[in-house]
């Protein structure tokens, strides 16, 4: 079974704070996703990595970062968080091949407040 | 522009009926829809993923069609059972970059 996991489900933080959210995945997948889920809206992407140390934009990269040292690990960072970021964030992993369909699998979500 | 929309935005039925959850979409290019379930808390979890070609696809309980001449998809659950609480999201694949564009889900309570 895809196992992605993420440091912490819930954090409270506050304005201007730098924040750390950590995502593993034990699949060796090549791709992992940060997303952020807010209520009425479907999820936003903001940063996806399809391999070690390489990043690509998503939707709404503003205000945050990315790191991918290693295969397994990807890192989102709120340099300076502000009280609009407080939402859910999901970490996702896949395969890809070429013209392939490949499945997304999801970490359990870390349901940020910056007060 | 690319939209998936999702119908109702939430529905309440009681545990042992059947209900159908609609999507729209005006994607394109089509590569391939999913629908998810999301439980409360938790992250998405892929139910069915349908390419252009596949009408109905089913996993358990679940049925999912695809009409891919009028951009349509729904998701059909059968004797409902208190476990299927949860928010079911449609998700469109674009062929061009594999892009996934979400919809806002449908929020289901089964009532016992």
């Known amino acids: 079974d895809v196992k992605v996991t993420q440091s912490s489900r819930y954090l409270v933080k506050r304005t201007g704070e730098k924040v750390f959210l950590e995502c593993v995945q034990d699949?060796?997948?090549?791709?992992m996703f940060w997303y952020r889920q807010d209520p009425g809206l479907g999820l936003r992407l903001i940063y996806f990595?399809?391999?070690?140390?390489?990043?690509e934009k998503g939707d709404i990269p503003e205000g945050y970062s990315v790191s991918r040292e290693k295969k397994e690990r990807f890192s989102l960072i709120l340099e300076s968080a502000s009280t609009n970021q407080t939402s859910m964030y999901l970490c996702?992993?896949?395969?890809?091949?070429?013209?392939?369909?490949?499945?997304?699998?999801f970490g359990p979500g870390t349901r940020l407040t910056v007060t | 522009k690319n939209q998936v929309e999702q119908s109702p935005q939430s529905l309440i039925i009681l545990e042992g009926k059947n209900c159908t959850l609609q999507?729209?979409?005006?994607?394109?290019?089509?590569?391939?829809l999913r629908w998810y379930k999301q439980d409360t808390g938790r992250g998405p979890v892929s139910l069915t993923i349908?390419?252009?070609s596949e009408n109905t696809k089913s996993n358990g309980r679940y049925t999912a069609t695809l009409d891919a001449d009028t951009k349509q998809s729904s998701l059909h659950i059968t004797a409902s059972q208190l476990s299927d609480s949860a928010s079911y999201i449609c998700?469109?694949?674009?062929?061009?970059?594999?892009?996934?564009?979400w919809g806002a889900g449908t929020k289901l309570i089964i009532k016992p």
């Open positions: 996702a992993s896949s395969l890809t091949t070429e013209r392939t369909i490949y499945e997304q699998y």
């Open positions: 699949m060796d997948h090549e791709n």
């Open positions: 990595s399809y391999d070690v140390k390489m990043k």
């Open positions: 999507c729209n979409y005006t994607v394109s290019p089509f590569s391939n």
């Open positions: 349908m390419t252009f």
């Open positions: 998700v469109v694949c674009m062929d061009s970059n594999y892009q996934l564009i």
